[in-house]
């Protein structure tokens, strides 16, 4: 049931392939002036989404490898205060847990001593399988939103 291609499929959906944006792609050359930018109507930053991005993807990956993981305040505790980042070092620092996160997870998908389909101990129903996805689905919307962004900010290559 664990089959070694059900976890290349879930890895490859994780790191943004097929019609997936990767992380990477979505962040590179991002000018610093613009990390705090806001949009008309559009209620995020660049930073606001990328630290939610970080905070829910470590906030999923903790609840599954960690009994004793206690969840941020739901809404407030799963975005940043603020619309820009304090410094340039803070967007390092969340776009390096950010991957680190990332590979976290797509370390545990990919251990074979992890059964996908188990139920999580401390859990509710939730299967590491099921988190894995979760993180993917919500990475990926929320990359969306980001190129969006960029694109009214012009700060987007075409093409």
């Given at each position: 049931?664990?089959?070694?291609?059900?976890?290349?499929?879930?890895?490859?959906?994780?790191?943004?392939?097929?019609?997936?944006?990767?992380?990477?792609?979505?962040?590179?050359?991002?000018?610093?002036?613009?990390?705090?930018?806001?949009?008309?109507?559009?209620?995020?930053?660049?930073?606001?989404?990328?630290?939610?991005?970080?905070?829910?993807?470590?906030?999923?990956?903790?609840?599954?490898?960690?009994?004793?993981?206690?969840?941020?305040?739901?809404?407030?505790?799963?975005?940043?205060?603020?619309?820009?980042p304090p410094d340039a070092d803070?967007?390092?620092?969340?776009?390096?847990?950010?991957?680190?996160?990332?590979?976290?997870?797509?370390?545990?998908?990919?251990?074979?001593?992890?059964?996908?389909?188990?139920?999580?101990?401390?859990?509710?129903?939730?299967?590491?399988?099921?988190?894995?996805?979760?993180?993917?689905?919500?990475?990926?919307?929320?990359?969306?939103?980001?190129?969006?962004?960029?694109?009214?900010?012009?700060?987007w290559p075409e093409g």
């Open positions: 049931m664990n089959d070694p291609s059900l976890r290349e499929h879930v890895v490859y959906l994780l790191q943004g392939g097929g019609a997936h944006l990767s992380f990477d792609r979505a962040i590179a050359d991002l000018p610093e002036n613009l990390r705090g930018a806001k949009v008309d109507a559009v209620p995020h930053t660049p930073w606001r989404l990328l630290e939610h991005m970080r905070i829910c993807q470590w906030d999923i990956l903790e609840f599954s490898r960690n009994p004793a993981h206690v969840s941020p305040e739901f809404p407030a505790g799963y975005w940043p205060e603020s619309d820009a803070a967007w390092e620092q969340s776009v390096q847990a950010f991957r680190s996160d990332l590979q976290a997870m797509v370390d545990l998908v990919n251990n074979p001593e992890v059964d996908l389909f188990a139920p999580i101990p401390h859990g509710d129903g939730q299967t590491i399988l099921r988190e894995a996805l979760l993180v993917a689905d919500h990475n990926a919307y929320h990359l969306g939103q980001l190129v969006f962004l960029r694109r009214c900010l012009g700060a």
